[in-house]
């Protein structure tokens, strides 16, 4: 179930702040037409920390019904510790969701047998494949290889999806984890190659909502053990990522208003969506940005009529 | 309205997990016989970011009606991002809070603007005051003094709880909001003395729920400049938070379960609430630990007849 | 041995980067003249870690020489690892220090029992008096109260110099090392007072440099059990610090340079040195940021005739 | 000058700390021998931070000695700041070194502008290349691709040895760097063939003391474009060194005493060095945790003779 391309999306948001569902809609009908191998709602890049329960069930109702099926849906189920994980893990489950995906709580300190608990609980409590989300910058702990070694032997967990950017203990993680059915997935942008290289199911990454069939060729070359045209995908995507992630004011905005600010005015100058707005404490950008980001895809080759930005 | 000592209430939870409030009201009626000045429910020491939005409600509805107007409540509305975090405080102020207290935007990180910003969105939206929490421990970054002053000045903020336990830090605040009004409360246990030395406005100890009676003393004796009887009270309590707390096994559990375990604990061995459950992934303390904080409260003489433990 | 006001004199240095032994001479009279109860030579404000070994016994053997048996010499013996620390030690024994000043050691990680062993070793190695010097923000790590009450009790170290700027750990240093008659320093310009209420056996202020008859000032209140004396002082002190640190432009110079930058320039300005450079990394301060630091000593009323700074 | 296969020598020593040049000499021999493209001289996993001045001369004579001029000798200055490294490197080109390794500046914090002056004035004063070392495990900041870069075009470094062990900054500094000539080197044991095959340079592997032939395998393969072989060769020794440096019990000492006693009593074992022991405050391993290493080195294949360890 857990292979490939499976981007983190994007929530697009009407003008008052509601999930746009015709825009959500649209993103996946792009995502599934360029040949994605799952939707994963509700992450970090589609804010799922700024979402309310009313939206992240709008998100997920909306991608469940556009996927109809063809792709696994993946919905975080992101919040500080496990009673209120658990009750976003019901609903997810009773909105279709194919998996779960839950980080380590967060907010109050925990020691390791803890978190070991948390996980357990989680998968108790509801019928639905676990995926534990380790994303330290955000959490503030890492989750260890041999933890989660443990929980995919016990079948806690069906998946990691390992956005800590750090191949060391990724490796530690596929070692952990051999043999057991689990998939491990990176959700590195600018390390997808390497990951691939050291065998990674799969890739979750935000900037595949602008370019996902960039990451799509990479994964190809990737299975087909063509490792030099993987690194030259990879490399442009690099460039695209660094490229329209500096194009926010740092002394202005967080590197996360940035990022996804950044992939929402990208979806809109490309057609898929209506509006960049990210929901508060996150800060729009401003029409100066949108314009370096403008440049930045017709640079790409990812805005075919330069008219169209005008 | 804040001033003095104003518990943290404890969260007390029936055999499944629900909000006791038979038991959250003798909490109340415990402390306001004690003398304290205001209640603050759903804090970190509530559990609140373990506690379900239901459970929140019900903590706050018990709590409002226990205190009936005799002191303000406070209540937490401890959440990842502003969406949210106006959720609650919309909801709180239905419910009878007097103010609402929250952290700056955690999970994703943020610049300075958008922490200004998330405050600002927060008091717009709600008709009641704000109480900036600043607890760098869970949030991860520390509210600085200038962006503090600058929201007291503005009248977004009426008040700061700093929970940092830095005294330097707390005198840069003292000075940054001196004169707009807005008080200046310290969350620390163990440093209420010197911050009341230094001028704080009130004090928000989380032991003051097992002895709101020691604080009480510590705060006339500060009241009266009697800074001698007032740090030997402090010692006193500095002495009984470090016995209980260190009671749990620090490899089984991390410190906020031994803190919260060992609070409830001792309200259950004095015969406040009915039980010392705490919510996941938070574990409950062991019978042995259970009986190491027994003996710290009558070596503190809080269980006047020993019989009453066995 | 350890009690009162130690300042750690700052090393001036002349034209061509050597210790102007002439203006140490003076810096030292000036504080003797103050009435300071020990001097302490190569600390973090003495730049300890930009000074070759030549400077560092250049330095040394001046403060020894202008002390002349007065008030005792502190010698800082700052460095990486345990045989490097001790050949510092060596020389600084050699050279009439009555004690020595050591960090844990850094760079390398290190785990807790090779911590004790360091001391150890050291206080092994030399016969003078070892102070563990606990500054988390140089070395990355706390020296935890309970290894530090161990190495006092049985008589690994003398003294304990606290640069952490933490009260709450403080007190279970002055806790865990009561009755072993080792002192309690700390090293807050800004935290004295309170330090001093808790039990503290001395202060060692990098701001007594420049103002050492206000923390004489402060001390004395102290003594006296007259904490709103000292608190005033303090406040003044505190308000003194942060106007002269604040000077040099941040996103120019690092905190080190802008403070150990301040009170240079404060002691040529005040007449005591020739010259304010400081040595590599750190970086000198601007003349426009010089006249900023001569307004607030006029201000604070140590420059007592305005003209002077003309 | 910089490429290939460069260990960072471990520095055997005698049983009065000495550093044993004759192991020394043997050490270079063996590597030397196995084809070895350079000798690093005074890393970190040569305990510089914990070898006196003198040891440091006496490490560097000897290898320099040995090397002959067969390939070039990098020396690391390690120290807190710009006078301290300065003579370091200044002893070091006296010595014989090919090139210079420093980090930025620790102990005392310091803002960008400082940590790029630091390398101009090293730069300056000496005669021979300097690389930059970037550890941000020990020094407490990472050094940017856009500093390096700016230092990289205007000729100030030669090369920098990246310890990071994080993919995505060495990409960015693969691109800041392109073109100046600049040598990278990754630092990392564990990610040779991944950052070989994003255009390292050359590799600065510590376990590279132990089994140089495994990394000179695995840089063939990676000349050849055979990036299955290399990942094979990689994932053995990534094996081999979490086998060895988890013998030690790291409740006793700390990660850098485990791989360091780790690798010397690997060279023990191997009949290359005479003694295992490490400098304070590293303590050595216990006769069980070396007996544990031997069972490591036998599984993989480098104790030929099962004999030879008893």
Not at 199 to 212: E, K, M, R, S, Y
Request: net charge negative; charged share 25%.
């Amino acid at each position: 179930m857990f292979h490939g391309i499976i981007p983190p999306l994007c929530t697009p948001l009407t003008e008052d702040g509601e999930v746009d569902t015709a825009s959500l809609e649209r993103l996946c009908g792009f995502l599934l037409d360029a040949g994605v191998h799952g939707l994963f709602v509700c992450g970090s890049t589609g804010e799922v920390s700024q979402l309310t329960d009313r939206a992240r069930a709008a998100a997920l109702r909306t991608v469940v019904g556009t996927a109809a099926g063809r792709v696994p849906v993946l919905a975080g189920v992101v919040d500080t510790a496990t009673p209120r994980v658990v009750e976003h893990a019901r609903t997810a489950r009773e909105l279709g969701a194919d998996a779960v995906v839950a980080t380590a709580p967060f907010y109050v300190g925990t020691a390791l047998p803890e978190v070991r608990d948390h996980y357990r609980r989680l998968a108790a409590a509801v019928d639905v494949p676990v995926v534990a989300y380790d994303i330290p910058s955000n959490v503030g702990r890492k989750l260890p290889a041999e933890l989660l070694g443990e929980l995919a032997r016990d079948g806690v967990i069906a998946a990691v999806k390992d956005s800590s950017g750090d191949l060391e203990s990724f490796q530690r993680l596929l070692d952990a984890t051999d043999g057991t059915g689990t998939a491990c997935l990176t959700g590195s942008e600018k390390l997808a190659d390497l990951a691939l290289l050291r065998g990674a199911h799969g890739v979750v990454p935000g900037l595949g909502n602008i370019d996902p069939h960039g990451y799509l060729r990479l994964h190809r070359a990737a299975g087909d053990g063509d490792w030099d045209t993987a690194r030259r995908e990879q490399r442009r995507l690099t460039r695209l990522f660094a490229a329209v992630t500096a194009a926010a004011d740092p002394a202005r905005v967080g590197p996360v208003s940035a990022a996804l600010g950044a992939f929402k005015t990208a979806l809109v100058l490309r057609g898929v969506i209506d509006r960049a707005d990210t929901l508060p404490p996150l800060l729009p950008l401003t029409g100066e940005e949108t314009e370096r980001i403008a440049t930045c895809l017709a640079d790409a080759g990812l805005l075919p009529e330069p008219a169209s930005r005008t």
